[in-house]
Nanobody, 114 residues
């Protein structure tokens, strides 16, 4: 079955960096687009970034453009989210999602606070 396992979250000070990873299994990873979403307390789950099957095309929500970078390694079945210049508004649970059947991982908490 499809499984997505996110990791790399934690507590970081404003201006800091984190790198999230999402390890995928149960489907042909290299054939499907992937995306990162986030959900802050009391808010809806929103798209953060998406990446095409070969990584040649990416898209970002406006609030993270220039700070976050999505990438993938099709040999490792893993998608990444490099997050720089983090702000308190980036605090949320971050989830990855696959374009195969649209399943979600359990998420990883990112907290940006001094």
């Amino acid at each position: 079955q499809v499984q997505l396992v996110e990791s790399g979250g934690g507590l970081v000070q404003p201006g800091g960096s984190l790198r999230l990873s999402c390890a995928a299994s149960g489907f042909r990873f290299s054939s499907y687009a992937m995306a990162w979403y986030r959900q802050a307390p009391g808010k809806e789950r929103d798209l953060v970034a998406g990446i095409s099957v070969n990584g040649g095309s990416t898209n970002y929500t406006d609030s993270v453009k220039g700070r976050f970078t999505i990438s993938r390694d099709n040999l490792k079945n893993t998608v990444y989210l490099q997050m720089n210049s983090l702000k308190p508004d980036d605090t949320a649970v971050y989830y990855c999602r696959e374009d195969y059947i649209g399943s979600w991982g359990l998420g990883t908490q990112v907290t940006v606070s001094s």
